[in-house]
């Protein structure tokens, strides 16, 4: 069964960083497409970051352009998410998600393109 686990949220202080993982079981990771969404309260859940199963050219929000950084280790079947210079408005559930036919590069996701979804992992930015 396709399985997917978002782990590394917390509580930081504006600035600091954070790395999520999202570990797969079930299914190979490196043949999927792979996303990072987030969904603050009261708000849509919005495209973070995607990148293909190549692993080139990975695309991002302009809102974390810069501070985000996405990547994968395909031996240990896992995505990661490295948030840097974290603010406020970063607080969020983020959720990760596959697409075994999805191309992302130049595109920005919507929620449709995936059709598996790991159940989030907190991440709050407070001082």
């Known amino acids: 069964q396709l399985q997917l686990v978002e782990s590394g949220g917390g509580l930081v202080q504006p600035g600091g960083s954070l790395r999520l993982s999202c570990a797969a079981s079930g299914f190979t990771l490196e043949y999927y497409a792979i996303g990072w969404f987030r969904q603050a309260p009261g708000k849509e859940r919005e495209a973070v970051s995607c990148?293909?199963?190549?692993?080139?050219?990975?695309n991002y929000a302009s809102s974390v352009k810069g501070r985000f950084t996405i990547s994968r280790d395909n031996a240990k079947n896992t995505v990661y998410l490295q948030m840097n210079s974290l603010k406020p408005e970063d607080t969020a559930v983020y959720y990760c998600?596959?697409?075994?036919?999805?191309?992302?590069?130049?595109?920005?996701?919507?929620?449709?393109?995936?059709?598996?979804w790991g159940r989030g992992t907190q991440v709050t930015v407070s001082s």
């Open positions: 998600a596959a697409d075994r036919y999805l191309y992302c590069s130049g595109y920005v996701p919507k929620r449709a393109d995936f059709g598996s």
């Open positions: 990148i293909n199963s190549g692993g080139r050219s990975p």
